[in-house]
């Protein structure tokens, strides 16, 4: 059964139905909600039959000659990394449907939801994509749907958020595909030449080759993350998209980043990737701290969560290049809960500031008595993201930070600042709009209804319980781990300290 | 010098010799899609001479039509046939077509039909009544604009008709140039293909001065570039004895001295180069281009842009792969800095226009630049990228023009004025008319090479060719470019969609049948050759050798 085409399909139906015109505008976002959810239906069944014990090799694997003059195939198929992106996307986007549920009038409502359900197809396209040019395809053909999301739905500075965003990813798209076709000249070449299995582990021509193509492709990828210091786009977008359309922004779409580097770079660039680890590192680790010092400077909700995730993808991406099993698990398991927690802060934004009517953090205060389930979820994602033990970005943090420490001690070190400093906003930011007296403006305000209990209540329990139990997920990271360690040719180093071993919470690979 | 009865010159000794003029061989069926074209074209000139006046312009409309569809299928044929093309393999000798000055050869075909089915599309638009009873062209060209002789035509009702014929002989010469085998044909192939586009250019109906001002200015220019060509074309005759690109190609193979390379032959390529650079519109021979697409008809402007390309590369691939590929290195670096001038000033000055179709222009003049690209690939892949990349943009530029057509001033009552090309009037069309600006929006996607749109294809084609070559920096210069050029389209998508509408002054005027059947296949075309360009893809390749 062709599961993952099945499963990219059914969005993109469910898109043609919303957006076709005999479709009742005030019906839209029923039938947008239905096909999500059948998706995620879909994905969780396929999960079920993934084989665990081969979660380094690709699966539910489909390959068709696509354009064999051009050696593209259409080839799907998900190791256990690709599979708990996928799996993330097919969460979020019913939450960010629901989310969206009264945002927009009816007529409006068509093109959003039509949209949403575009870019699901595309997102789930770019991380199950088994062939280079499919994955950029996948990549380049999900700013469009981005792009008019934002600048239809955006807040006031929408169109230069969304100008911005487009040229930004495009450019790194662009510089991304001279090194799409440097690769496929280097590689066998022959009608079905970009797929990655034919391009992994190349001879490449020389030196210099390899590590140009490799700087192509991590350009874009570094573009899309977003690191330091080609950052610049995410908290206009961020801040000027819709909630939903954020959660999906920097949830899902900027994982696209990370997951290229984690799955492309690394495997078929690993003499390039090893000689950038030192950059690398520390373009990381200043993310890390630039990240969460703007952010505690921000005046603005939304912006100050998309610097918060600038300095989360910093760990992320050092975790990547640490060469480490304990830092590749921890920032493949990081890219889940990220998706997450940032999911949960953006949508509890999106309701406050749908009550407020401003993204002003000094506009609120007091929330705490007024609406305290909101200020509940607020606090649980704001713990999550700043890494409370028990919570599921505390198992991501720590391995990661783990995993660098073994090889780059001093990188580890820097970046653990970032905790401290994530510890500042979040708490900051909390004080600021929930604690004190209560306030007039929240007078009529009513708490978290049944619909937002909805959109949050997954969220929270996933959040909770990836931190008391991440093992299923991490049995599904660890052997594709393994092998990207493998195909890159490291090995975790031998630990100093005679008679410990580093063990994480029975995390253990 | 013996006069030259043939276009072979080689024939003049054989005529001095038997005092006889033996007859050139010609393979009918081969060249039997231009015979077709020209008659229909001169068919048209007797239904202008004969046919009621009430009449006229459908029947002409009708010609037209008639004579791509036969041609298309003609060239279809040939195709097929394929005997046309196995007789023309040995060097030199008999190849099909006529004798030493045509030669009909699969790249030749795939352009011929690629010019044939964009011309059936421009002529759709061309024959577009239902916005404007009087179509897109004046009544009287030969009327002094404002005068009262022209308000008369007007009031007449009178109807240009003579734009078919016009435009049949301009296919004509735009299928001869791309299989011209020698440089004479060539030369008389550019100057009937072109002299109707000048004519052609200034029959707008709105904006008369515009108009003429576009017309002067391309014909003068166009008849400096021509005597280039013609120039260059004489001095590689004095270089190589002949004017037969396969006997230059011998002549610059035999002429390796310790000196390098005679003068006569670099200046007559360089000035071989100027005539058709001109004609791609590549810089810094592209001066005209913008002035041209702006003053023009419209319609015009979209057969010009999609189908002048094509004919001009053609052309410019058959001169560089089959005539100078012994002289390649003398002239591929300066052809390198002249792609790379093309992208960067296309891309960057289209950023200011506010004129859409002078944003156009200048993004045709981008994309000559990434064609040229493909071109110094020097490689079958080159030739086949070049030819997906023509038809390709071919597409998608009639389908834009055809839009631009119906953005339009609001007139009296409902009478709609003319177009509204300045890009502050298109503010808010997504809003008023979101069919239309889907529309444009995917060929706007499809210029700048996003993926699922033909264009995307394109550029791979061009840039994978360019890299395979050892071209990286040219593909580099060209996606830098490329990502330059979204600005500008971005630009236009943002006026449409995400801006207020600038007020009633703006009206979307409804299409007839013919437009709407021109912008459908252009816009299914450009997703078909986006998402599933492997049919197209195996022509190409299958067209991308040249026979000598």
Request: overall charge neutral; glycine content about 10%; aromatic content about 12%.
């Amino acid at each position: 059964m062709p599961w993952l085409t099945l499963i990219g399909a059914v969005p993109l139906v469910g898109a043609l139905a919303v957006w076709l015109p005999f479709t009742p505008a005030a019906k839209a976002r029923v039938v947008a909600l239905a096909t999500s959810v059948v998706a995620l239906v879909l994905t969780l069944a396929m999960a079920l039959q993934f084989d665990v014990s081969t979660a380094g090799e690709y699966q539910f694997a489909e390959t068709y000659r696509w354009i064999p003059d051009l050696g593209v195939s259409y080839a799907l198929g998900v190791d256990g990394i690709a599979l708990t992106m996928v799996a993330l996307s097919a969460v979020l986007v019913p939450v960010c449907v629901l989310a969206g549920w009264n945002e927009l009038d009816p007529e409006q409502s068509k093109t959003f939801f039509a949209l949403m359900l575009v870019l699901e197809t595309f997102m789930i396209g770019v991380f199950a994509a088994r062939d280079v040019f499919l994955f950029y395809v996948f990549f380049e053909a999900m700013l469009v749907p981005v792009y008019f999301l934002i600048g239809f739905f955006g807040g006031p500075n929408r169109r230069y958020a969304a100008v911005k965003f487009f040229l930004y990813s495009l450019f790194g798209g662009l510089v991304m595909l001279v090194a799409v076709i440097a690769l496929y000249v280097q590689g066998p070449g022959g009608p079905d030449g970009f797929l990655t299995d034919k391009l992994t582990g190349l001879d490449f021509s020389g030196t210099a080759t390899e590590r140009l193509i490799f700087l192509g492709f991590f350009l874009a990828f570094a573009i899309k993350a977003p690191m330091w210091p080609v950052h610049t786009w995410l908290p206009d977008a961020a801040a000027e998209a819709p909630a939903g359309v954020a959660v999906l922004l920097v949830g899902v779409l900027d994982k696209v980043g990370t997951f290229g580097m984690l799955t492309l770079c690394l495997p078929l660039f690993p003499e390039a990737s090893k000689w950038a680890v030192p950059v690398v590192i520390v373009l990381a680790v200043v993310s890390v701290i630039y990240g969460a010092l703007l952010a505690i400077g921000q005046s603005d909700l939304k912006r100050l969560i998309a610097y918060t995730s600038i300095s989360h993808f910093g760990f992320i991406v050092l975790g990547v290049f640490a060469m480490t099993s304990y830092g590749q698990s921890g920032s493949a398991l990081y890219m889940v809960n990220h998706g997450f927690s940032t999911a949960a802060l953006f949508l509890v934004a999106g309701m406050l500031i749908a009550r407020r009517g401003s993204a002003r953090i000094e506009d609120y205060g007091g929330l705490q008595r007024s609406t305290p389930l909101l200020a509940g979820v607020f606090l649980v994602a704001g713990m999550s993201s700043l890494a409370l033990p028990g919570l599921s970005s505390f198992v991501s943090e720590f391995l990661v930070l783990v995993g660098t420490f073994t090889r780059y001690p001093a990188a580890a070190i820097v970046a653990t600042v970032g905790i401290i400093l994530a510890a500042l906003y979040i708490l900051l930011t909390y004080q600021r709009m929930f604690t004190g007296p209560k306030r007039d403006y929240a007078a009529g305000w009513r708490d978290l209804d049944a619909r937002e209990a909805f959109v949050v209540a997954p969220l929270i329990a996933v959040i909770i319980a990836l931190g008391f139990f991440p093992k299923p997920v991490l049995d599904v990271l660890n052997p594709a781990v393994e092998r990207t360690m493998q195909q890159v040719g490291v090995t975790d180093p031998e630990p100093t300290v005679a008679g410990i071993t580093p063990a994480a919470e029975g995390t253990t690979p | 010098m013996t006069p030259l009865v043939s276009a072979a010159p080689s024939l003049a000794d054989v005529l001095t010799a038997a005092g006889t003029i033996p007859a050139p061989k010609v393979d009918y069926f081969a060249v039997s899609p231009l015979l077709v074209v020209f008659a229909a074209a001169i068919v048209g000139v007797m239904v202008e001479a004969f046919a009621p006046r009430g009449s006229r312009f459908r029947i002409q409309v009708g010609v037209a039509v008639l004579g791509l569809v036969a041609g298309a299928a003609l060239v279809g044929a040939v195709a097929v046939d394929g005997r046309v093309l196995q007789t023309a393999g040995s060097a030199g000798a008999a190849v099909g077509g006529i004798v030493g000055a045509v030669v009909v050869d699969k790249p030749a075909l795939f352009l011929q039909g690629s010019i044939l089915v964009l011309s059936l599309l421009s002529v759709l638009t061309m024959a577009e009544r239902t916005v404007e009873s009087g179509g897109p062209f004046t009544p009287q060209a030969s009327a002094v604009p404002g005068s009262p002789a022209e308000s008369l035509a007007r009031r007449a009702g009178l109807v240009q008709s003579e734009v078919f014929p016009l435009l049949m002989f301009s296919v004509g010469g735009m299928m001869l140039f791309p299989a011209a085998n020698d440089l004479l044909t060539m030369f008389i192939a550019l100057e009937v293909f072109s002299l109707p586009l000048y004519l052609m250019c200034g029959l707008a109906r709105r904006r008369r001065l515009l108009s003429q001002e576009a017309s002067l200015k391309y014909f003068l220019l166009g008849a400096f570039s021509s005597a280039f060509f013609l120039y260059g074309a004489a001095l590689l005759y004095g270089f190589a004895g002949s004017v037969r690109l396969f006997d230059i190609a011998q002549a610059i193979s035999g002429d390796s001295g310790p000196v390098g390379k005679d003068p006569l032959l670099l200046l007559g390529i360089a000035l071989l180069a100027v005539g058709l650079l001109f004609k791609v519109g590549a810089a810094p021979f592209h001066i005209w281009t913008p002035d041209v697409y702006q003053g023009a008809p419209t319609p015009v402007t979209g057969f010009m842009a999609a189908c002048t390309k094509i004919a001009a590369f053609g052309a410019l691939l058959r001169v560089s792969y089959v005539a100078l590929p012994g002289a390649r290195w003398d002239w591929t670096p300066a052809l390198w800095g002249v792609a790379i001038l093309t992208m960067v000033v296309g891309a960057v000055i289209a950023i200011v226009q506010t004129d859409v179709k002078r944003m156009l222009a200048y993004s045709s003049i981008a994309h000559a630049g990434f064609i040229l690209t493909g071109i110094l690939a020097y490689s079958r892949s080159g030739v086949s990228s070049v030819l997906f990349y023509l038809l390709a943009y071919g597409f998608s530029t009639v389908g834009a023009f055809a839009l631009v057509t119906l953005v339009r001033d609001a007139g009296d009552g409902d009478a709609v004025g003319g177009e509204a090309t300045h890009l502050s009037q298109w503010a808010g069309l997504g809003r008023r008319s979101p069919l239309l600006a889907g529309l444009f929006t995917l060929f706007l996607l499809a210029f700048a090479g996003i993926p699922l749109t033909s264009g995307f294809i394109g550029k791979y084609a061009v840039f994978s060719a360019a890299v395979a070559g050892g071209g990286w920096v040219l593909a580099l210069v060209g996606v830098l470019a490329s990502a330059v050029a979204a600005f500008f389209y971005l630009r236009v998508v943002v006026l449409m969609y995400f801006s207020e509408p600038s007020g009633p002054t703006t009206v979307v005027a409804t299409p007839g049948v013919p437009v709407v059947v021109a912008v459908s296949v252009a816009a299914f075309a450009t997703l078909l050759l986006g998402v599933f360009p492997t049919v197209v893809l195996d022509l190409t390749q299958g067209a991308s050798a040249f026979l000598p």
